[in-house]
């Protein structure tokens, strides 16, 4: 027989705290595979290396393996043995009112598990056209990157944030494509939506937009749905319109320019 | 691997599943949107303050599909509006009418435009007999949910791990927790919204405050009134105490709604007043509360 208490202890094994070192704060983190493969939010593992916390105390270098920042998700490598990977569930066959529980370290308090249930499956106003699953689970900074489970303690959704008091987790399904399928294509900038359209903040050096000879300031003449749509249409190649200049000219007509951007392909199937 | 718990759970999903089917998002609000349950056949139930538009209401029904819905009347006394609908779709199971226990588990079903049916999990916290909300309707019972109350949650339906309906889902009627409307009260103020598109309240037309008497009795002191109002054409006066109202004494505000009730809108009610410390009875036709405006 399988309680909360039960099923949270066996999570708790597969759960792992995540610091970023000279960071305040940190998340959680899943382990994936017994290899050591640990899955976190994007926002949790923003720099190329961390420190990982095992349930039992051991602490762990870990190098950031794979980043998608689109959809919030990280992939941890760590060197260790004995680890307990989660059993990920299917959350394609999540239904709302479901039993779930959370676990992490919300404010730094390890193993911290809540309780709920399934509230809704689906777009979130303002938060693109992806799946999202809510959850009436509290949830506090901390949690994120760590794991939501079913009744029966398999992994549905990487907690990811607070939304209304709602927790808001990516489903499981979006997760393992990304394990097996690594990052989906992205410009490699920072954007912000302006009135034109999307004005670049921010250019990776080595970024796809980077390399199309895009820079900070330029405005892409769509919106962001339309932008991630035209990612995950599988087009290896985007012709993105934009304008240079916008900030600094005033009523004059500016030209619209064109940039082809080489997308980096994904793996097709499951390594 | 099963266990009790993963049989609760898909208990759950499976009333949240039959039940979803009966339950709407309601466009009513500039600023956001609200549950609302087909509680008959065409007739949607939602919470009044969820709705500020007296044109221009939409619905999602439960296939997905936008409809418009016209608003047949509402009641802010109990936090009900009703609106109708050209869909036929099926309309949620009925009720016993009976009352749920504090302490029995609970789920709040409703639904929004973009994630489809949405549900929140708790617990009875209290369960007590008819009592008057703080906006002036009666309830015929008061039922206190421990559940989390969302944007959205008000005017979803309040049902049993059983599926069966208890109420109408609330977050307006008291400040410390959700509440469900009652599912008795539902019916009633829909056949009377119904039938003559609004809950007609009695009035009189006076400004009262419970003033303590000299032989320890209480009673209401007039502080304002209502020029053409239903008291002030029965020659009521700014000063007097009122003591009773028809054959139940008026200690409190509370008195004279229960009186008001009881007798009826258009009814004549005897009032008994101190004037100068002389008590005297004055009839009174009980008029009607004006609605908004």
Same mark, same amino acid.
């Given at each position: 027989?399988?309680?909360?208490?039960?099923?949270?202890?066996?999570?708790?094994?597969?759960?792992?705290?995540?610091?970023?070192?000279?960071?305040?704060?940190?998340?959680?983190?899943?382990?994936?595979?017994?290899?050591?493969?640990?899955?976190?939010?994007?926002?949790?593992?923003?720099?190329?290396?961390?420190?990982?916390?095992?349930?039992? &105390?051991? +602490?762990? !270098?870990?190098? *950031? /393996?794979?980043?998608?920042?689109?959809?919030? #998700?990280? =992939?941890?490598?760590?060197? @260790?043995?004995?680890?307990?990977?989660?059993?990920?569930?299917?959350?394609?066959?999540?239904?709302?009112?479901?039993?779930?529980?959370?676990?992490?370290?919300?404010?730094?308090?390890?193993?911290?598990?809540?309780?709920?249930?399934?509230?809704?499956?689906?777009?979130?106003?303002?938060?693109?056209?992806?799946?999202?699953?809510?959850?009436?689970?509290?949830?506090?900074?901390?949690?994120?990157?760590?794991?939501?489970?079913?009744?029966?303690?398999?992994?549905?959704?990487?907690?990811?944030?607070?939304?209304?008091?709602?927790?808001?987790?990516?489903?499981?399904?979006?997760?393992?494509?990304?394990?097996?399928? &690594?990052? +989906?294509? !992205?410009?490699? *900038? /920072?954007?912000?939506?302006?009135?034109?359209? #999307?004005? =670049?903040?921010?250019?990776? @050096?080595?970024?796809?937009?980077?390399?199309?000879?895009?820079?900070?300031?330029?405005?892409?003449?769509?919106?962001?749905?339309?932008?991630?749509?035209?990612?995950?249409?599988?087009?290896?190649?985007?012709?993105?319109?934009?304008?240079?200049?916008?900030?600094?000219?005033?009523?004059?007509?500016?030209?619209?320019?064109?940039?082809?951007?080489?997308?980096?392909?994904?793996?097709?199937?499951?390594? | 691997?099963?266990?009790?718990?993963?049989?609760?759970?898909?208990?759950?999903?499976?009333?949240?599943?039959?039940?979803?089917?009966?339950?709407?998002?309601?466009?009513?609000?500039?600023?956001?949107?609200?549950?609302?349950?087909?509680?008959?056949?065409?007739?949607?139930?939602?919470?009044?303050?969820?709705?500020?538009?007296?044109?221009?209401?939409?619905?999602?029904?439960?296939?997905?599909?936008?409809?418009?819905?016209?608003?047949?009347?509402?009641?802010?006394?109990?936090?009900?509006?009703?609106?109708?609908?050209?869909?036929?779709?099926?309309?949620?199971?009925?009720?016993?009418?009976?009352?749920?226990?504090?302490?029995?588990?609970?789920?709040?079903?409703?639904?929004?435009?973009?994630?489809?049916?949405?549900?929140?999990?708790?617990?009875?916290?209290?369960?007590?007999?008819?009592?008057?909300?703080?906006?002036?309707?009666?309830?015929?019972?008061?039922?206190?949910?421990?559940?989390?109350?969302?944007?959205?949650?008000?005017?979803?339906?309040?049902?049993?791990?059983?599926?069966?309906?208890?109420?109408?889902?609330?977050?307006?009627?008291?400040?410390?927790?959700?509440?469900?409307?009652?599912?008795?009260?539902?019916?009633?103020?829909?056949?009377?919204?119904?039938?003559?598109?609004?809950?007609?309240?009695?009035?009189?037309?006076?400004?009262?405050?419970?003033?303590?008497?000299?032989?320890?009795?209480?009673?209401?002191?007039?502080?304002?009134?209502?020029?053409?109002?239903?008291?002030?054409?029965?020659?009521?006066?700014?000063?007097?105490?009122?003591?009773?109202?028809?054959?139940?004494?008026?200690?409190?505000?509370?008195?004279?709604?229960?009186?008001?009730?009881?007798?009826?809108?258009?009814?004549?009610?005897?009032?008994?007043?101190?004037?100068?410390?002389?008590?005297?009875?004055?009839?009174?036709?009980?008029?009607?509360?004006?609605?908004?405006?």
């Amino acid at each position: 027989m399988s309680g909360f208490g039960e099923i949270a202890e066996r999570l708790r094994r597969s759960t792992v705290e995540v610091r970023i070192r000279g960071n305040r704060g940190g998340g959680s983190g899943v382990v994936w595979d017994p290899s050591g493969l640990v899955l976190t939010n994007a926002h949790v593992a923003r720099a190329g290396e961390a420190e990982v916390e095992l349930w039992d &105390g051991r +602490r762990l !270098a870990a190098r *950031v /393996a794979s980043r998608d920042p689109r959809r919030d #998700l990280a =992939l941890l490598r760590i060197l @260790a043995d004995g680890l307990e990977p989660a059993t990920p569930g299917d959350s394609g066959a999540l239904r709302p009112g479901e039993l779930v529980m959370a676990v992490g370290s919300p404010l730094g308090f390890a193993g911290a598990l809540s309780r709920g249930a399934v509230h809704s499956i689906g777009p979130i106003d303002g938060m693109g056209t992806q799946t999202w699953i809510r959850a009436g689970v509290r949830l506090a900074p901390g949690n994120s990157g760590g794991p939501l489970a079913n009744a029966r303690g398999e992994v549905i959704g990487i907690n990811t944030a607070i939304v209304n008091g709602l927790g808001v987790a990516i489903p499981s399904n979006t997760a393992a494509d990304f394990v097996a399928r &690594g990052p +989906r294509p !992205a410009l490699g *900038v /920072a954007l912000q939506p302006v009135p034109l359209g #999307l004005l =670049l903040m921010d250019v990776e @050096a080595e970024g796809a937009a980077a390399s199309a000879s895009l820079r900070a300031g330029d405005v892409l003449l769509l919106s962001l749905d339309e932008l991630h749509k035209a990612l995950d249409s599988g087009a290896e190649v985007l012709r993105l319109r934009f304008l240079r200049g916008a900030a600094d000219a005033g009523n004059e007509r500016l030209p619209v320019r064109e940039a082809s951007v080489r997308l980096a392909a994904r793996r097709a199937e499951a390594a | 691997m099963s266990n009790e718990l993963t049989a609760l759970s898909q208990q759950l999903a499976g009333v949240v599943e039959r039940t979803g089917k009966s339950v709407a998002a309601v466009h009513g609000h500039p600023r956001f949107s609200s549950s609302g349950v087909i509680w008959r056949p065409g007739v949607i139930v939602t919470a009044e303050h969820t709705v500020r538009r007296e044109e221009e209401v939409t619905v999602t029904l439960p296939d997905g599909t936008n409809t418009a819905a016209t608003l047949a009347g509402s009641d802010a006394g109990t936090d009900i509006a009703v609106l109708r609908v050209e869909h036929q779709g099926g309309a949620v199971g009925k009720h016993a009418g009976g009352l749920p226990a504090a302490g029995n588990l609970a789920l709040n079903i409703g639904r929004s435009k973009n994630s489809g049916v949405n549900a929140t999990w708790g617990i009875i916290s209290a369960v007590s007999g008819p009592w008057r909300t703080w906006r002036g309707g009666r309830l015929d019972a008061y039922i206190r949910l421990d559940l989390t109350m969302y944007p959205g949650s008000s005017g979803g339906v309040v049902v049993n791990v059983e599926g069966e309906p208890l109420g109408i889902a609330t977050s307006a009627l008291s400040r410390i927790a959700g509440l469900a409307i009652p599912a008795t009260t539902v019916d009633r103020v829909i056949d009377e919204i119904l039938s003559k598109g609004r809950v007609a309240r009695g009035y009189l037309g006076v400004g009262l405050q419970p003033v303590e008497l000299p032989d320890h009795q209480k009673g209401l002191i007039v502080l304002s009134m209502e020029p053409a109002g239903p008291a002030a054409k029965a020659g009521v006066l700014i000063g007097d105490i009122l003591i009773a109202l028809g054959e139940r004494a008026s200690a409190d505000t509370d008195d004279v709604q229960a009186a008001l009730e009881a007798h009826g809108v258009g009814k004549s009610v005897e009032a008994t007043v101190l004037r100068g410390g002389a008590s005297r009875k004055i009839g009174v036709t009980i008029g009607e509360r004006p609605g908004r405006s």
